[in-house]
C-alpha cells in the first residue's frame, strides 16, 4: 500500500455521461497530480494541486476538470466523455517532488463504451 | 519543454540475465525517478535518484546529471522483473515521463 487511495479502481461507462475519480493523498502531502495514461502510451501530465490551489496545467482537456478540498483529497471530473478517454488515471502525491519524488496511487482504469 | 528518451524500447531476457535500462534527458533537471510498471497496471517507485548511485538489492541505479543520463541495472533478472520501467525526471513543476522500455523476463 503506498498510502496513496484511488477510487474507483474500474470504471465502465458510455460516450457522452460524466465521471468522477477520487483520489487521497499520502498523510502529510499537499501536492496532488494526475496523469493519464491511454493504451500504449506514456504518462501524460493533466494537472497539479497544492494545498488547494491549481500550480500547474499540462494536456488537460477543457472537458475535464479537477479540484482539491480542504481535507487534501482531490477529484478529477470528466464530461462529455469520448471512447479516446478510455485510459488508466493516476494521481500522485509529493510533500515536496523535487526532494522526495512522487509516490502514485493503484490508478482507475475508465473504460467508455 | 525537457525531451525525456529511453532505450531500448523493448527487451527480452531469460531468466538470470543482467540487463541496462537507460534514460537521457535534455535538459538539467532537479530530479529522476525510475519507476516500475507491473502487468497489472500499478506504478511502484524504484529509485529517488537526482545523482550518484543507489542499490536495493537486485537492483542499482546511477545517475550522472552533469550529461544527462540515468541507468537502471537489474541483475539475475526473474519473471517478476516484468513490465514496464519509466524514467521521469522533474522539470518545472512536475515529472515529465519517458515512453518507457517494456521488459519480457521468460522462464
Known amino acids: 500500500d503506498s498510502g496513496v487511495t484511488q477510487t474507483p479502481k474500474h470504471l465502465i461507462t458510455a460516450t457522452g455521461q460524466r465521471v468522477t475519480l477520487r483520489c487521497s493523498p499520502r498523510s502529510g502531502d499537499l501536492s496532488v497530480y494526475w496523469y493519464q495514461q491511454s493504451l500504449d502510451q506514456g504518462l501524460q501530465f493533466l494537472i497539479q494541486y497544492y494545498n488547494g490551489e491549481e500550480r500547474a496545467k499540462g494536456n488537460i482537456l477543457e472537458r475535464f476538470s479537477a479540484q482539491q478540498f480542504p481535507d487534501l483529497h482531490s477529484e478529477l471530473n470528466l464530461s462529455s466523455l469520448e471512447l479516446g478517454d478510455s485510459a488508466l488515471y493516476f494521481c500522485a502525491s509529493s510533500v515536496d517532488p523535487g526532494l522526495s519524488g512522487y509516490t502514485f496511487g493503484s490508478g482507475t482504469r475508465l473504460t467508455v463504451v | 519543454g525537457i525531451q525525456v528518451e529511453q532505450s531500448p524500447p523493448d527487451l527480452i531476457l531469460q531468466e538470470g540475465a543482467n540487463s541496462t535500462l537507460r534514460c537521457n534527458f535534455s535538459?538539467?533537471?532537479?530530479?529522476l525517478q525510475w519507476f516500475h510498471q507491473n502487468p497489472w497496471g500499478q506504478l511502484i517507485n524504484l529509485f529517488y535518484i537526482p545523482s550518484g548511485t543507489k542499490q536495493n538489492g537486485r537492483l542499482s541505479a546511477t545517475t550522472v546529471a552533469t550529461e544527462r543520463y540515468s541507468l537502471l541495472y537489474i541483475s539475475s533478472s526473474q519473471t517478476t522483473d516484468s513490465g514496464v520501467y519509466f524514467c521521469a525526471a522533474y522539470y518545472g513543476q512536475n515529472f515529465v515521463f519517458g515512453p518507457g522500455t517494456r521488459l519480457s523476463v521468460l522462464p
Open positions: 535538459d538539467s533537471v532537479n530530479n
